[in-house]
């Protein structure tokens, strides 16, 4: 019975491994370790081994086969699955083996793990062998799944690194130009920047000099071990010699060249391109453009291959933007330095003293050295010390010159600093050794463009000199007017005494009588001269008193005519009026003797600068929609003025260069002529043609 029921029991057992075995998610087969005969396995290892095998050896053909005979062609991952049996068997040590790919109709590519695993007898011997098959499909494709994942993060992270690398060297080179002004400084710290961000071999930074067409070199990098010769050929680059050609100052896009060698090899670049010599493969070169300005390029080159929107080029870009910047910045920085260099050059060789002095703290803070030499100081002395602490400035109080009180010159510039405007005006210095000079000088204020007073400059020279030379004239004018003045007054007196009894007593002969006349006429003349030079000197000393009343202008002038007419037989005078009759009245309210001066002066410059004789017009206009104020002329067709002595005639002493010094004269008239007009309110001015004649213009103002 025990027996029977052992039976029982291990056919069942047997029955239930059988169903385990068949039913398990695992491939097994046994087999016989000394031949490698296949004794059994289930059928998932069957369906397996099937896609192993040819037609011949399916449907289970191979069960009591050596593995020799039907196994032969089945490799694992190289090794022949006979050899590592043949092992297992010999040695006694397991094999495991990883992901067996299986293609089925049903399932598609499946990924089984399998072993092999020896079966020991009692002796320790290895008597079977068991194969498995583990299906790890799921496991394989999760994992690959996590493998695209992590690929694509990690191409994600890639880019993102690269974007990082693209801003920090943008954002260090946009930090530089912001804190420096010095474009080397900048361009290196740019060339570092891409350098240790994208590995560039070489990188340079090239100026666009436009007035020579060429490129020059403001820095430049290269990997260590470079040529550092190369670099001579590159520090001035002809526009037509770089890369874009003639097409550089005009190229706005980057040239990119993404791979020199190929470019080379396929023909499509200069295979005696330096850069090609030097195994150089990726190249970009960025136009720096500052609004519509060419500013220079940005180049790099690397010995991989490039993508024209790769991080290094988008890099160049971005930095290339504040780059041209810089050099913008820079090039007006140093025209702007160059230009005040000249100017300050012009100021300091200028033989007038300027001065500038700054409103915050009424200092000195440009001084030119005539400036110096004209105070007596140094230009140490003069600058950075406020005006008012000079040691100079209390010797001023009450001086004076000439009797006349002067301003001195620190005045003019601290009136400046008030705001206030000083032109031409006489100004003293005091020398420290004490000497006084006088100062022609002239002071502004200074404004900054928002309207804001910046400070006060002057301007003055030393006309001490001219002056005294001028009192000496003077004072010669008026003793000469003095001593001569009584001596012709007596002569003429006696002249005239001579001339009543002539007529009184007998006849005089004509010899006599001419004489006579001479003496009268030239001592009038002399009369006329003295009295002409006492008034230069009353203008001057701004004696000349007007003994205004209000006189009749038209008939003033007539009677001018009438008296100028009889000393010309050549001349026809013709008063023209306009808008008036013969008989009407011009009522001005001035000096009468001056009128008839500055008339008598004009007609009988007409008279002398005539001397081919001709008509003279003086004419007088009054239109009622200008009612208050009068035109008088005097025309001539004589000699006429040349046109760049028309702004002097009006100067005293001053006659035009084409005159024939036979025609005599002083140019002291059509001085006074102004002075006068000048002086009633009105104006004086000429217009006339070399050879042609010349008209001369007075507007008066009128008593209305
Ligand atoms: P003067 O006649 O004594 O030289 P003025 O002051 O009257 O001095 O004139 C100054 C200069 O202007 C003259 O020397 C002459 O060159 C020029 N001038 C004046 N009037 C005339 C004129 N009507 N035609 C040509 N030149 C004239």
């Known amino acids: 019975m025990p027996a029977m029921m052992n039976t029982s029991m291990n056919a069942r057992t047997y029955r239930y491994t059988d169903m385990m075995l068949e039913h398990a998610s695992v491939g097994i087969a046994v087999y016989d370790a000394r031949d490698l005969r296949l004794l059994e396995a289930n059928t998932l290892f069957m369906t397996i081994l099937n896609t192993f095998l040819d037609s011949h050896w399916q449907c289970e053909r191979v069960i009591g086969h050596p593995l020799t005979s039907w196994a032969t062609h089945i490799d694992f991952y190289a090794l022949s699955v006979v050899e590592i049996f043949c092992t297992v068997a010999e040695t006694g040590v397991p094999y495991r083996g990883a992901e067996l790919v299986v293609t089925t109709g049903k399932r598609g590519t499946t990924y089984w793990n399998w072993s092999v695993s020896p079966v020991r007898d009692e002796d320790g011997r290895v008597t079977h062998l068991v194969q498995t098959l583990n299906d790890v499909t799921e496991q394989v494709l999760a994992r690959r799944k996590a493998e695209q994942a992590q690929n694509a993060l990690s191409r994600t992270h890639s880019a993102v690194e690269a974007e990082r690398r693209r801003l920090e060297v943008v954002e260090t080179v946009a930090r530089s130009v912001r804190e420096y002004l010095d474009t080397e400084h900048i361009g290196n710290i740019a060339l570092d920047a891409i350098a240790e961000h994208?590995?560039?071999?070489?990188?340079?930074l090239h100026i666009a000099d436009h007035a020579q067409q060429v490129l020059r070199?403001?820095?430049?990098?290269?990997?260590?071990?470079?040529?550092?010769?190369?670099?001579?050929?590159?520090?001035?680059?002809?526009?037509?010699?770089?890369?874009a050609g003639k097409q550089t100052c005009r190229q706005r896009e980057p040239i990119v060249l993404e791979d020199l060698q190929v470019a080379a090899e396929m023909g499509l670049f200069n295979k005696k391109n330096p850069l090609v010599a030097v195994g150089v493969r990726g190249y970009v070169c960025v136009p720096l453009w500052f609004g519509d300005r060419f500013e220079g390029t940005l180049c790099a080159n690397f010995t991989r291959p490039i993508c024209p929107d790769g991080p290094e080029v988008k890099a160049l870009v971005g930095s290339g933007t504040h780059l041209a910047a810089a050099l913008a910045h820079a090039r007006l920085h140093s025209s702007t330095?160059?230009?005040?260099?000249?100017?300050?050059?012009?100021?300091?060789?200028?033989?007038?003293?300027?001065l500038i002095a700054d409103i915050s703290n009424s200092t000195i803070t440009y001084a030119n050295l005539a400036a110096a030499n004209i105070l007596g100081l140094s230009l140490d002395e003069l600058l950075s010390t406020p005006l008012h602490r000079h040691p100079w400035s209390h010797a001023y109080t009450g001086q004076s010159i000439d009797g006349k009180p002067i301003l001195p010159w620190n005045f003019a510039v601290i009136r400046a600093l008030g705001g206030e405007t000083i032109k031409s005006k006489e100004t003293l210095v005091i020398k420290p050794c004490g000497t006084k000079i006088v100062t022609l000088t002239s002071s502004a204020p200074l404004y900054a463009n928002n309207g804001a007073m910046t400070g006060a400059m002057i301007v003055f020279q030393d006309v001490t000199a001219q002056k005294s030379l001028e009192q000496h004239k003077n004072d010669f004018l008026s003793i000469a007017n003095h001593e001569l003045r009584t001596p012709i007054t007596i002569i003429q007196g006696f002249a005239e005494i001579l001339q009543l009894k002539a007529t009184q007593d007998q006849p005089l002969d004509s010899l006599t009588q001419?004489?006579?006349?001479?003496?009268?006429?030239?001592?009038?003349?002399?009369?006329?001269?003295?009295?002409?030079?006492?008034?230069?000197?009353?203008?001057?000393?701004?004696?000349?008193?007007l003994r205004r009343t209000p006189c009749d202008l038209l008939s003033i002038l007539a009677r001018v005519i009438d008296s100028q007419s009889i000393t010309t037989r050549q001349h026809q005078l013709h008063l023209v009026l306009d808008g008036l009759q013969t008989t009407d009245t011009l009522i001005a309210y001035a000096d009468e003797e001056r009128m008839v001066q500055v008339f008598n002066n004009l007609i009988s410059n007409a008279i002398k600068y005539s001397p081919?004789?001709?008509?003279?017009?003086?004419?007088?206009?009054?239109?009622?929609?200008?009612?208050?104020?009068?035109l008088i002329w005097v025309k001539d067709h004589g000699i006429g003025i040349a046109a760049n002595e028309i702004p002097n005639i009006f100067k005293r002493f001053h006659r035009a260069s084409n005159l024939d010094r036979s025609l005599s004269g002083f140019g002291i008239g059509l001085y006074l002529v102004k002075e006068v007009v000048i002086?009633?309110?009105?104006?004086?001015?000429?217009?006339?043609?070399?050879?042609?004649?010349?008209?001369?213009?007075?507007?008066?103002?009128?008593?209305?």
């Not at 994208?198 to 340079?204: E, H, K, L």
């Not at 309110?681 to 217009?687: M, S």
């Open 514 to 545: 001419y004489a006579l006349t001479s003496i009268t006429e030239q001592s009038q003349h002399l009369t006329h001269l003295i009295e002409e030079m006492l008034d230069i000197s009353r203008i001057e000393q701004a004696q000349l008193v």
């Open 612 to 630: 081919a004789g001709g008509e003279i017009e003086i004419g007088l206009r009054h239109m009622p929609e200008r009612a208050t104020e009068v």
């Open 198 to 204: 994208f590995q560039a071999d070489g990188s340079c």
């Open 337 to 354: 330095a160059r230009e005040q260099t000249r100017l300050l050059s012009i100021l300091d060789q200028l033989p007038e003293g300027i």
């Open 217 to 243: 070199l403001v820095c430049a990098r290269q990997q260590e071990g470079g040529d550092p010769e190369g670099w001579k050929s590159m520090e001035y680059i002809p526009f037509e010699r770089t890369i």
């Open 679 to 704: 002086r009633h309110g009105g104006r004086v001015w000429v217009e006339s043609q070399e050879g042609q004649g010349s008209t001369f213009y007075v507007i008066l103002p009128l008593n209305v």
